[in-house]
């Protein structure tokens, strides 16, 4: 069955540096998101990607965050200086229409020093 | 403000009985509703959905019960296993919503005892 694949599983970084979460949504998938999940906390939605722009982003996906799919494959957030607050795992996940069930990568858990 | 929240953070039960997980929303427009079950170091696991033109629908041994009038959703597991041992998010999407985004409730740890 397709998987959506995230790279790296974990990243440690010194805060104020950039970042770069990798995804590889499923093949055939049109719509593209990422969700964080602090530890012991619910999933938040992050940002919604479609048509090589942004559909929709939250309150947390602020002038430090931003979205790429640099190809035909892959799907990227980029946290430009990172904070301690930013420690959290972060998911990303597709579907190929926005009212289907949205499949979930493995996550990376991102570590700010 | 918009929620989806659950009633029990933690739910015990004995290998082979059946589960009952349970959230409430507070979002009267929201129209689609997903379970999501989470084991440790994974990413969320799409279990069953349901649209707001429904009251219940069947998988393999869960079943999700709709009740917008009181805005309340569950999810039922039948013969529970011990790898049903997860976390169970329910998660809800506004009808006005055309990006897809995805609001989840805190969270049941669902713990099945051998």
């Known amino acids: 069955e397709p998987e959506v694949t995230q790279t790296p599983s974990h990243q440690v970084t010194q805060m104020g540096q950039e970042v770069i979460l990798r995804c590889v949504p499923i093949?055939?998938?049109?719509?593209f998101y990422w969700y964080r999940q602090i530890l012991g906390q619910k999933v938040e939605f992050l940002v919604s990607?479609?048509?090589?722009?942004?559909?929709?982003k939250s309150e947390i996906f602020d002038d430090q965050f931003s979205v790429e799919r640099p190809d035909g494959s892959n799907f990227t957030l980029k946290i430009r200086s990172t904070k301690l607050e930013d420690s959290a795992m972060y998911f990303c996940?597709?579907?190929?229409?926005?009212?289907?069930?949205?499949?979930f990568g493995d996550g990376t858990r991102l570590s700010i020093l | 403000g918009e929620s989806v929240g659950l009633h029990l953070p933690t739910l015990s039960v004995q290998e082979g009985d059946n589960s009952i997980i349970n959230c409430a929303y507070s979002?009267?427009?929201?129209?689609?509703f997903i379970w999501y079950k989470q084991e440790s170091g994974k990413g969320p696991q799409f279990i069953i959905d349901?649209?707001?033109?429904?009251d219940k629908r069947q998988g393999q041994r869960v079943t999700v019960l709709l009740n917008k009038t009181v805005k309340h959703l569950s999810l039922q597991i039948a013969a529970t296993q011990p790898g049903d041992s997860a976390v169970y998010f329910c998660?809800?999407?506004?009808?006005?919503?055309?990006?897809?985004?995805?609001?989840f409730g805190q969270g049941t740890e669902l713990s099945v005892k051998p």
């Open positions: 093949s055939n998938h049109l719509y």
């Open positions: 998660a809800e999407a506004p009808i006005y919503n055309q990006g897809g985004k995805l609001i």
């Open positions: 996940a597709s579907n190929r229409y926005s009212n289907q069930p949205q499949h």
């Open positions: 349901i649209r707001s033109n429904m």
């Open positions: 990607f479609y048509n090589n722009e942004i559909s929709e």
């Open positions: 979002n009267s427009a929201s129209d689609y």
